[in-house]
């Protein structure tokens, strides 16, 4: 049986600079005038995604070991905690957007909301 490495593998310690460093990128990115809305969205849901674990491993479809790596959905969503206010007061406006469409919170918006009145409505709905 073959053996894949997961997040958890990785101590968060060794992980941390190089999520940091991609999350940069992204937002860098971000200030393009040039990209489509399309574009805008897609690089959004990868920032959401930073740090969610990913699921590797055989294609069905393909008998390409270089191609056998294909990322795939968990079939059980992950369990974590959600983050305290501490937490959420570090995280950017697109950062806590995201969180509150994982958490289900609506009312949160990064285009019309300033980031106090987004933790606000966040922190409410999770009452």
Request: hydrophobic residues 35%; positive net charge; proline residues 9%.
């Given at each position: 049986?073959?053996h894949?490495?997961?997040?958890?593998?990785?101590?968060?310690?060794?992980?941390?600079?190089?999520?940091?460093?991609?999350?940069?990128?992204?937002r860098?990115?971000?200030?393009?005038p040039?990209?489509?809305?399309?574009?805008?969205?897609?690089?959004?849901?990868?920032?959401?995604?930073?740090?969610?674990?990913?699921?590797?491993?055989?294609?069905?479809?393909?008998?390409?070991?270089?191609?056998?790596?294909?990322?795939?959905?968990?079939?059980d969503?992950?369990?974590?905690?959600?983050?305290?206010?501490?937490?959420?007061?570090?995280?950017?406006?697109a950062?806590?957007?995201?969180?509150?469409?994982r958490?289900g919170?609506?009312?949160?918006s990064?285009?019309?909301?300033?980031?106090?009145?987004?933790l606000?409505?966040?922190?409410r709905?999770?009452?």
């Amino acid at each position: 049986m073959p053996h894949f490495l997961t997040q958890a593998d990785v101590p968060f310690a060794m992980r941390r600079p190089h999520l940091e460093r991609f999350r940069r990128m992204l937002r860098e990115s971000l200030h393009n005038p040039g990209l489509a809305p399309e574009q805008r969205g897609h690089i959004k849901k990868r920032l959401a995604g930073i740090g969610l674990p990913k699921i590797y491993g055989p294609s069905s479809s393909s008998s390409d070991p270089q191609e056998a790596a294909v990322e795939r959905a968990p079939t059980d969503p992950p369990v974590q905690s959600l983050p305290d206010a501490d937490a959420l007061e570090r995280m950017t406006k697109a950062e806590l957007e995201a969180q509150a469409a994982r958490e289900g919170v609506g009312g949160v918006s990064a285009s019309n909301q300033r980031k106090a009145e987004m933790l606000e409505t966040l922190l409410r709905g999770r009452e």
